[in-house]
């Protein structure tokens, strides 16, 4: 791989609570191994490149959410960057908006059918820390987020949820699933989780680095230089403090 391309999906309507930043985490891991690695910035209006290798969508507000759902479906890229196989990480707004439907503004919206997961509201918004211990094999550190959100998400038997939650609201609030953080289906890995998540849980930014280069999270390159060990000291530190 020359350069790995990173496509951050809409940050001009969906980004709330630094969600770009999963763009700069995926890039900079990349670096640090000594990669080649940019960010393709889609705006609002502008065609999704389909060939990108990893794409990252955020959270937003209820009517920025409604606006991306309209684009995104318009344009098809992010879908065909799917049906090809290419990572997408979505939060909270973008989990919502991969899934067949979602409720914001009063309205219950279309959404890309990425996700078997249709999302209502919660009985009282969510915020707060959430905890969650990972279900996605590979990952075995608890993952970590900032969650704020209205919407309550039922995954259907196609998406699996992305982590089993111990602190906080998942992804509803009743009913069955109210154990449940996130899900994951094909190449989407959606999370409630702000912070950014990826700053937050290393181990899901190299899931998707590797991912996105075609090889196991064995097979990535080490983290090289001085830098990497410091960030590496920081993060667990930070991580300890949220955790706790
Ligand atoms: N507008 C959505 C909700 O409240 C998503 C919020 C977000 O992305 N933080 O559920």
């Known amino acids: 791989m ?6 951050l999906v809409l940050p001009d309507v969906l980004g709330t609570y630094g969600d770009d930043g999963n763009a700069l985490v995926l890039r900079q891991r990349a670096r640090m191994r000594g990669l080649t690695a940019e960010i393709h910035k889609i705006t609002l209006g502008q065609p999704v490149p389909e060939g990108l ?9 209820d009517v920025a959410q409604l606006l991306a759902a ?4 318009a344009d098809g890229g992010l879908n065909r ?5 290419r990572p997408i990480l979505a939060i909270c707004a973008g989990l919502q908006v991969l899934g067949h439907s ?5 309205k219950i919206v279309d959404g890309l059918g990425l996700l078997d ?6 009985k009282k918004r969510m915020i707060g820390e959430i905890i969650s211990d990972p279900l996605l094999p590979g990952i075995t550190e608890p993952l970590t987020g900032f969650a704020n959100h209205q919407g309550s998400t039922i995954l259907g038997a196609d998406a699996k949820p992305l982590g089993s939650l111990t602190k906080g609201t998942g992804n509803c609030d009743e ?24 700053a937050r849980n290393p181990q899901l930014a190299d899931y998707l680095l590797a991912q996105a280069m075609g090889i196991s999270v064995e097979e990535l390159p080490p983290l090289e230089g001085s830098f990497a060990r410091q960030l590496g000291d920081e993060v667990v530190q930070l991580r300890k403090e949220r955790l706790r």
């Open 70 to 73: 309209e684009h995104l479906i």
């Open 53 to 61: 290798d990893v794409y990252t969508v955020g959270g937003g507000e």
């Open 117 to 122: 997961a249709t999302t209502g509201s919660l």
């Open 102 to 106: 979602f409720r914001a503004s009063g």
């Open 175 to 198: 009913g069955e699933q109210v154990s449940y953080e996130g899900a994951l289906q094909g190449s989407v890995v959606a999370t409630y989780m702000h912070g950014p998540a990826l």
């Open 81 to 85: 960057a799917a049906e090809a196989g």
């Open 2 to 7: 020359s350069e790995l391309t990173i496509g």
